[in-house]
C-alpha cells in the first residue's frame, strides 16, 4: 500500500505532556510539542514546537525545530533552527538555515546539488557507523 504524503495539512499530532519512547515511524506531515525518547522518521515534513524534547535521531524531508534535539538531524530537502532551538547532534540537509540565538552543538553538512548531497550523505553515515563501532 502506498501512502499519499501532503506537506500542507499536519495530520499527526503529538502534543504537549505526550511522552513516547520508542522509535517513531510516521507518514506524511507531522507536529511534534511533546516528548519522544527514540528515533523519529517521517517521508514528509516535521515542526519540532518550542517545548518538544526529542532524545533519538530525526530524519524527514524537511525539518523545522524550535525545541531541543539530542541527536542527529537529516533532512533531503532543508533544516530550520529556530531561536528557541537547541541541537545536540549532527545536521545532514540540502539547505539549512539557522536563526540568533540557537544552540548548535555537531557538525554540519549542507550541499545543495542532490548528486554531491548524496555522496556527501552516505560518506557521513558510513563514518558514523564506523564510529559508532568504534565507541562500543
Known sequence: MKYRVDDITINTFIGSGSVVSGD???????RVDGDI?????TNGSVIIGEKARIHGNVTAKVAIIGGLVIGNVSASESVKLLSTSAVIGDVVTRHIQIDDKVVFHGHCIAVSDENSFNEKSAEYLDSAAVRSKVLL
Open 37 to 41: 525518547d527514540g528515533n523519529f522518521e
Open 24 to 30: 517513531i515511524k510516521v507518514n506524511g506531515f507531522v
